[in-house]
Structure formats: C-alpha cells, structure tokens
C-alpha cells in the first residue's frame, strides 16, 4: 500500500470524517486552519501539499471563484488548435473527495488580518491561522490608453484563461487572408514571459494551416527584447516566414494607445490595422493581494525567500504571480515549485513538521510549431535576501528536430504531471 | 488526470529478500554502418534504455525480457509491475510474437493503464522485424537473481555512484525533495510523455543520476536539477522512490 493511500484511508476514517458531519463553527476549532486565496498553480498545490502532508492534521480550505480551472499554461495549445479546451480545464473534485480539502467557490472580498479572517464578497467570513495568498495576476487596463475590462470581449487579453480564451480563438479562426492580426505585448514584470511569442507562434500555425499565407501576426512591444528572443524569431523565419513581425521599442518608438472600434494601433512610427486585437496590458499581483495590504509599491507582494512568508505578515504566504519571487519568472511551473515550500513552512508553524532548506525550480517550454518545442530552465535558492537563481538552461538555435520534438513530448508529459500534482 | 483513485496494494516481501549476487551488465552494442529502417538491433536501442537481454540480464525501468516468450503478461515475481499490466496478464495475455507486435503498435491503448514510457510503433515491418529477432535473442533462460543489486557485485566502491550508493538516504528528506520530481514525474506511476520513477531500485536510481552529471545522458533539465543535487540528496530521494509501489 503507498503512503498516499494510507493517509486517504487516514482521511476518511479518522477524525475527518467525524469532523466533517459537525457544523462549520465547530470543526474550525479542533485543528489549526488553512486558508488558500486562488485555485491555481499555487494555490491548488499548496492547499494539496498541507492537505496530504499533514495526515489530515490541518483543516484546509480552498477559496477561488471558479467552479472549474482553466490552465494559463498550455492555452496557447488550445488557441492553435493543438489541444482541447476540456483538456486544460480541471475539477477541484479529487482535491475534496480524496484530500479532505473544503472547496469554497466564491470570491474573497477582503482580509482582516488582525482578526485572521478572510471576507467574502458575499459576507460570510472565513477564519485562519495561517493563509496561503495565490491570486495570480490582475491587469493594468489603463496601461494601454484607449482599453479596458468592457472592450476585452471584443479585443481579447485572454492573458486570464477561460472565457478570453474561447474569445480570442473564435476570433482568430475568423480571419480571412489577408487580414492583420496585431498584438500589443506587456511590459515587465508580467505572467509567463514566453507567452506573447508562443501565442504568436500558435497564431501564424493556424492561419499557416488554412493556408492564409497573406495575413499576419504583428507584435507592439513595449520591451526592447523577449525572453527566447533570438530562437523565437529563428523558429518564425523558418515556419512562417514573413508572417510573424516584431516591433520593439526602438522601432515603433512607443504605444500610444489603441482604438478598439476602428481596430487600430497608434505608435509614434505609423498607425496598425488589424482585424483582431489581442491587447495585453501591464500587470500587479490579484487584487486581493493590495487589498489585504500585503503589496508594495510595484503592486507584487514581498515575500522572504527561504518561506514565501509575507513580509508583512508572519502568518501569511504569498504564492506564485502574485509574489515578488526575485530571479523566478512568473509560470506555472514556479507557482507550484513555491507553493510546495510554502506548505512546508506552514505545516512547520501548525503542526512541528520539520522544515527543510528552500529549494525552487522552473521549466517553460514554448511551442513554435508542431514538434519544434524550445524550453528555458533554471534552480534557485534564497540568496542576497531574494531568491536568486543558481543556474540555468536556455535551447540553443539551430538545434535538431529530434530535439525539438522531444522537447516537445516532454512539455506533453509535464502537463499531465502538474495538474495531477495541482489536482490530485 | 485523476486517477489517483486507483489503489492497489500487492505483496513485494519477495523483492527484499532476493540476495544481490550479479551486478554485470549485459548491454548489445549498436550495429555498426548505416542500418536500414528494420533493423532489429537498431530498433531495439531505444528500448535498452529500459529492458535488458541476455545473459545475466538484470530489471532495469522495466523487467529484463529473457524468456519472454510464452509467459504471462506481468507475472516475474520480483519485478513491481503496473496494476494494468498485472490484470492484462490475469485475463489471460500471454506474450506470443503476434501480441507483443499488437502490443508495440500503441501499448498504451493496447494494456491501459501500463507505466512503459513507449508511444508505440506504427509501421508493421518494424515491428516484425524487431519482435522476430526478439524471439531468439530472449530465448535463453533468466538470469538467476533478476533483481539489481544495492552496490555493485564485489562491494568495493568504484565511483560516486556507488559512494552515494553506501549512504543512508532519508526518505523523509527525499520527500520533501521529491517535490521537485513529480511535478514531471507523476507520483502515481502514471507516464504521459516523462517515464516513471516511482519504485525504481535504489542502484537504479542513482546510477541514472550520475549519469546526467557525466553527460552519458543529455536531458537539460535533468541535468540541470541533478546539478543541484549533492550526494545526501540523492540518496534520500533513492531512498524515498525505492520505497514507493506504482499504483
């Protein structure tokens, strides 16, 4: 029998399943309590890790709005066709069925952290001893003069996956060739640095496949330079050449502003015309994150590197995009990484578990097209009261298919090994 | 995604009481010159990542096949199989060259739920000719201790690996270590694309490692993760993965 097994046969025939029939009230005072804000890479982890290292030990309880997640990872996937949307979308099902885990779908409001208790914006409260804060992100509208949250269904962020998403490939399977699509990349810092240029890649695969070689795919950049920049624009020159145009600042010489109706770009170079805008503005930590105060002026949150611990706060971690995570890029893969430490800090506070030293790692894959997966990777350790990176991997240009495409089966195969390990 | 319902427990008493007498590895060397697309011993490269044959053929990631022929599917006592595997053979599989070839055309439509980390084979003439010359070169009998050792034969210590192999690994530790693994390397057992690690041997194990640092393997992200580990680590994440069943 696995030890998993043992603490889920612990689980329902221990002192949870007594504590279950009891009401709220009472089932919160017999165990230290966990709350997690946010059931994503972060959030889900943790909540999972303390659920399932702690032998039933800590009641958990785990808030975020949605009923279903839609992973940010892997939906450039789904916007070129390569994947389902059922396929990123996950039930929180196994987390409460087999973990204990109180599944709360709703939104929290605000934190009274002298109380230790999270609102909800429905009014009722949940109380604490230790909270776990993994919002993600929420976007800067105003950063791109001329948007914002109403115009996002007809000029999609999809920088949120879900609803955006759906928007953002219905419109582009709509294009007709010939028809620009423009993109209005974010500045630093922002969720998944590689992201923009995947999602561009995946973009030029679709309109490459239906053979609508006269339109395009051009990227505004506010950045002088991206993140896999050189084999990006390697991958582009040789998949879809002259369909995929990168303008950084020293070109176009600054966004100016967009006008949704008219479907333009202005840029100190020329005004854009495009028949799909895909505008992603600047970001901050989500909002519960500045509303519970636990941000700085950059609008991320201060975290100390060897806990995720807030700086702030001493019984609150924050996890993931929110987070000021010092070399780590924002991803998926990071957000989980820390949360694992986070909950080890956690079941150190609550229950004595012994805490070992910090360790964090990240992998991104891109996909440029079908089987040409390029990946960037490095470990970290707290350093120079950051968490700095210790080394480093990045794919080299002119690198062999086979490589490629086993890259890419390995982005396949981490999938389905995050979620499982997010979700159970 | 969520199939971590699925538990199985099983009897591995057997496991631990096999005495550790051989660690000789057999390994065919590659054919030299250019090879055409059927040819066997080319076709078998990949699979010598994981299987061994011949004499003293040892379970690697997967069970040695020495002797493979005529038995029943999952059913070497000493080898932890998968819960799939294990039913496959319950239900009746036995391995012939027509379902091994069936088998290696998708093995994981054809045995759900099995851990081995191969998509499969599409094209028939390679998969004749490979399971045809398998036929022959896994006709001779078993090794008589199939299970690798914890060091290696004559106890001496002839690498890292094998310092490594002498410490006493805290699974605990390896644990919370391990953290790092599954998020790639799925805690079940289960491989979509990344192979298994769970219930590797020991030796196995460590061994792997080193030779991400010695470049005999060239995975950049292992490579990069084995970098960061020093020689108590690795063995208390052997320690912890030895000590997990596949589910």
């Known amino acids: ?424 | 995604m969520a199939d971590h319902g699925r538990h199985q427990t099983r009897n591995t008493t057997l496991r631990g009481l096999v005495p550790a007498i051989f660690f000789g590895v057999t390994m065919l060397s590659g054919t030299a010159g250019a090879a055409r697309a059927e040819d066997p011993e080319k076709l078998f490269k990949p699979c010598m990542t994981c299987h061994e044959i011949g004499a003293g053929a040892k379970h690697k990631v997967g069970p040695h096949l020495d002797g493979l022929f005529g038995r029943k599917a999952g059913s070497l006592d000493d080898f932890r199989y998968s819960a799939g595997m294990r039913a496959a053979g319950e239900a009746g599989l036995v391995w012939t060259v027509e379902t091994l070839s069936d088998y290696l055309e998708r093995p994981r439509d054809f045995i759900k739920g099995n851990r081995m980390s191969f998509r499969g084979m599409a094209d028939p003439k390679d998969r004749h000719a490979l399971v045809n010359w398998l036929e022959t070169a896994t006709r001779q009998a078993p090794a008589a201790d199939p299970v690798i050792g914890e060091t290696s034969g004559d106890g001496g210590v002839h690498g890292f690996a094998d310092i490594v192999l002498q410490i006493e690994g805290d699974p605990e530790y390896g644990e919370y270590l391990a953290g790092e693994c599954v998020t790639c390397h799925q805690a079940s057992g289960h491989a979509d694309g990344i192979p298994s690690i769970v219930g590797l041997p020991k030796d196995y194990f460590v061994r792997s490692l080193f030779e991400y640092r010695s470049n005999v393997r060239s995975n950049e992200v292992m490579k990069l993760r084995v970098a960061n580990l020093n020689n108590e680590e690795i063995a208390a994440l052997a320690a912890y993965f030895s000590s997990l069943d596949p589910q």
């Open chain 1, 1 to 424: 029998m696995t030890r998993l097994t043992r603490r889920q046969f612990g689980l329902f025939t221990g002192a949870s399943a007594a504590a279950l029939s009891l009401p709220t009230y009472l089932r919160a005072q017999d165990k230290p309590r966990v709350v997690v804000i946010g059931g994503g890479a972060g959030g889900a982890t943790a909540a999972r890790y303390i659920a399932k290292d702690s032998d039933g030990g800590i009641d958990v309880t785990l808030i975020d709005d949605a009923e279903m997640f839609t992973t940010c990872f892997f939906s450039n996937l789904y916007v070129g066709g390569l994947r389902s949307f059922e396929s990123i979308t996950h039930s929180y099902d196994t987390l409460q069925s087999s973990y204990g885990i109180t599944k709360v779908t709703g939104r929290a409001a605000s934190v009274d952290r002298e109380k230790k208790m999270v609102m909800m914006a429905d009014g009722s409260s949940i109380p604490y001893d230790r909270l776990v804060v993994s919002p993600g992100i929420d976007l800067i509208w105003d950063s791109v003069g001329g948007y914002s949250e109403e115009l996002s269904t007809i000029a999609p962020h999809a920088w949120k996956a879900g609803e955006q998403t759906k928007i953002l490939k219905a419109k582009l399977d709509a294009i007709e060739n010939g028809q620009q699509i423009l993109m209005v990349a974010p500045p630093n810092p922002y969720r998944c640095p590689p992201g923009p240029y995947e999602r561009a890649s995946m973009m030029a695969h679709v309109l490459k496949s239906k053979g609508l070689t006269d339109s395009k795919v051009i990227i505004l950049d506010p950045k002088p330079k991206f993140s896999k920049q050189g084999v990006f624009q390697e991958g582009w020159e040789k998949h879809y050449p002259g369909m995929i145009e990168w303008y950084g600042p020293d070109v176009h010489g600054g966004i100016d502003g967009i006008n949704v109706e008219a479907g333009t770009v202005e840029t100190d170079l020329d005004t854009f015309q495009g028949a799909l805008l895909n505008i992603i503005p600047a970001q901050k930590a989500g909002t519960i994150a500045a509303s519970a105060g636990l941000t700085d002026d950059s609008g991320f949150c201060p975290i100390q590197p060897d806990s995720m611990r807030s700086t702030v706060d001493d019984a609150v971690f924050v996890i993931g995009d929110a987070c000021i995570a010092g070399d780590m890029p924002k991803s998926g893969f990071s957000a989980n990484s820390q949360a694992k430490v986070a909950a080890m800090a956690v079941r150190g506070d609550l229950i004595g578990s012994k805490v070992f030293p910090a360790k964090f790692a990240n992998t991104c894959w891109s996909l440029i097209e079908t089987d040409d997966s390029i990946k960037v990777g490095a470990q970290y350790a707290p350093g120079d009261g950051k968490i700095a990176s210790t080394q480093g991997f990045i794919s080299q240009m002119d690198e062999e298919n086979a490589l490629r495409k086993a890259n890419f089966e390995e982005s396949v195969g981490w999938y389905a090994g995050i979620t499982a390990d997010m979700f159970g």
